[in-house]
Every structure is written in C-alpha cells, then in structure tokens.
C-alpha cells in the first residue's frame, strides 16, 4: 500500500511539475488582453515593459504579471482587469485609486503616498508610503488597517 501511494504521489507531482512549462516570459504588450494593454496606455503611457510572465493554471484561466522597467509590478486577470499594482515607493497614476479611497486617504493620512493597491472580488488593499496597509471595500468605504510596517 505504501508503495502505491508513494507511486501515484510521484505521478501526481509529475503532472503538476509539467504544467509549470506552460508559463512563458516574454516583452511582447501584443499578448496581453485588450484590457491590459488599454490600462497600461492610460495609467503608464511612457513606461517600458520589462517582462511579462504568461501564468497559465491546471485549473484557472491564465494571469499576467507584467514588471515595467522602472520596477512596477502589475498583475492582471485573464479578462485583461488589474487585481494588483505595486509602484515600490513610487506614487500611483492618478485615478487608478477609486476617487472615495483617493479622498479619504488624503483627508486621514497627511504626508504620505499611495503606492500600491490591490483589488479582490471583496475589497481594496491599499497601501501607503509609510507601511501602513488600508482596506476599504468596493464601494470604497474605509474597513480598517490591515498592517503596519516598521
């Protein structure tokens, strides 16, 4: 019986493994979806892509992370929709945060920078120069800190 198990273990991690070729890297805007490539030329209209990573799942659908050259690093859906930018220590484009989150960090948090957000099928995570981890939820409605960093 250990045996088998041992057997169908290692098949099981063979397919797995194998599914890891199906990621490609490439520099190529053409092949990401339109709405990616829309959301770029708007938000990023001057920055250079410096790779794009094809994520293709055994149970998902495809993902996109694309790093700019600057060090930006964007993640998107397989519909093209972004679920995460992160600009280092960099300012978000502005109007990539929703105009209520935008307001109330602006009123709540003086000195401080917007760079990096993320968007789950619940809530934003937004993050700020000085570590400080928001969420709101999609209405844009404060719902506390999730971390601070120090």
């Known amino acids: 019986m250990k045996k088998f198990i041992l057997v169908a273990i290692m098949m099981l991690t063979g397919v ?3 599914y890891a070729i199906f990621d490609k890297y490439t520099i190529n805007r053409e ?3 339109e709405a990616a ?3 770029l030329s708007t938000y990023f209209p001057k920055a250079k892509i410096g790779m794009i990573k094809v994520d293709k799942h055994l149970l998902k659908k495809t993902d996109y992370d694309v790093k700019l050259v600057n060090g930006t690093r964007i993640e998107f859906s397989n519909s093209g929709k972004w679920t995460l930018v992160d600009c280092g220590n960099r300012a978000l484009p502005d109007n990539l945060v929703p105009k209520t989150v935008a307001k109330y960090i602006s009123k709540n948090f003086e000195d401080v920078k917007t760079v990096s957000i993320k968007k789950t099928s619940t809530h934003y995570e937004v993050g700020l120069s000085d570590g400080v981890i928001l969420k709101f939820n ?13």
């Open 16 to 18: 797995l493994s194998s």
């Open 31 to 33: 092949e990401l979806p």
């Open 37 to 39: 490539q829309e959301m």
């Open 138 to 150: 999609l209405l844009g409605q404060y719902k506390g800190v999730i971390s601070i960093d120090e």
